[in-house]
């Protein structure tokens, strides 16, 4: 619990909202509400296509301790809008995620689960519990690239006066998607990057496009220098995110699927996900995450026959990775367009985007 009853560090407790946005002391709740002043009069925000708003600009030292928000549980907007955050100054953002995957779900949809990182409500209520030092500043911005507009809830809790080293690592995620990605080819959690950090997690969404078992790729490292061989090697999909035989749909804190229609062997759309907190992945100076396209069809009645049977095959997957990387960092690979992350996702069910915020 991190020394909780311990009273004299000196630290500050803060929060930001549409109520507080700048997060000031004694400045929470001035909007007023037909109830009259401080009664409910801003706790939210209709977002329009194409609009970017900024949910908070703190000044640190600082530590971002929890993230919640709450939008229409509809998968082209979930995907379709996007959470940037921006360390230190620096002009190109460290985090650059769709709504639902940064909050560790893939396919802009999910059944409730809680992990050491996220929770999720059934109603779509949605936290991030990863702790996100900086020490000059930090800037939180929501852009939505969909087609419409959606109402949008939002709270940010911080401390202020948290004493960091210069070279703490600052929280990194990146979004990726191959629909569909290439036979032979592995597809990339995370692209290679250069310089210190700390691997944490990734979530990882597959809509497969075979009736077949889709999951014997294999997870790979590439650690401080490795090319053709890979110094961390898995055995699996479902095996990296702690499963086997299969995929379950089995929601733990450190791995699983929280997502898994069928059985997961058969077309549906599978959200599973892994988290290094017990187990980090340090680099020093450069690291590249994959993996395999890897499928398996047939009878094993030994390993023999068991390798015989794989064979490379073509999916849609995405992936979401998270990492704690020094500033100044490099500028992301770009981030798919919203077209591209929204294609082929849940048809027939996108619903209203402005649903009775009352019920």
């Not at 909202?17 to 939210?44: H, I, M, Q, V, W």
């Not at 995450?289 to 095959?313: D, W």
Request: hydrophobic share 35%.
């Amino acid at each position: 619990m991190q020394d909780l009853y311990k009273l004299s560090g000196g630290l500050v407790s803060r929060s930001i909202c549409f109520e507080n946005p700048t997060g000031a002391k004694g400045a929470g709740g001035a909007a007023a509400s037909p109830l009259g002043p401080g009664r409910k009069g801003d706790p939210a925000r209709l977002v329009a296509p194409g609009e970017t708003v900024e949910l908070a600009n703190i000044t640190g030292p600082g530590t971002i301790r929890h993230i919640w928000a709450t939008m229409p549980p509809v998968a082209k907007a979930v995907r379709g809008a996007v959470i940037r955050i921006y360390w230190e100054g620096q002009d190109h953002a460290s985090v650059e995620a769709p709504v639902g995957d940064f909050f560790g779900f893939a396919h802009g949809k999910t059944k409730e689960f809680q992990t050491a990182a996220h929770s999720v409500g059934s109603a779509q209520g949605m936290n991030c519990w990863l702790h996100m030092p900086f020490i000059k500043s930090a800037r939180i911005t929501l852009s939505n690239e969909s087609a419409k507009p959606f109402p949008f809830f939002y709270q940010i809790d911080y401390t202020l006066g948290d004493k960091h080293e210069l070279n703490v690592g600052r929280l990194h995620i990146h979004f990726r998607r191959e629909n569909t990605t290439k036979a032979g080819e592995d597809f990339e959690i995370l692209p290679a990057r250069k310089g210190r950090g700390c691997f944490i997690g990734t979530v990882i969404g597959v809509r497969p496009l075979g009736a077949s078992w889709w999951g014997e790729g294999e997870v790979k490292f590439y650690l401080d220098g490795d090319r053709e061989l890979p110094t961390i090697c898995g055995t699996g999909a479902e095996d990296y995110v702690g499963l086997s035989w299969g995929l379950q749909e089995n929601a733990f804190l450190y791995n699983g699927a929280s997502l898994c229609e069928r059985d997961g062997s058969d077309t549906g759309f599978i959200s599973m996900y892994r988290w290094h907190m017990k187990d980090p992945i340090y680099w020093e100076t450069d690291i590249r995450v994959t993996m395999q396209q890897i499928g398996h069809e047939g009878p094993s009645p030994n390993l023999e026959a068991y390798k015989a049977n794989l064979f490379e095959r073509e999916d849609d997957w995405s992936a979401t990775a998270f990492w704690y990387e020094a500033i100044p960092s490099a500028p992301l690979p770009p981030l798919a367009t919203a077209a591209e992350r929204s294609r082929d996702l849940w048809p027939g069910l996108d619903g209203a985007l402005e649903p009775d915020i009352g019920s």
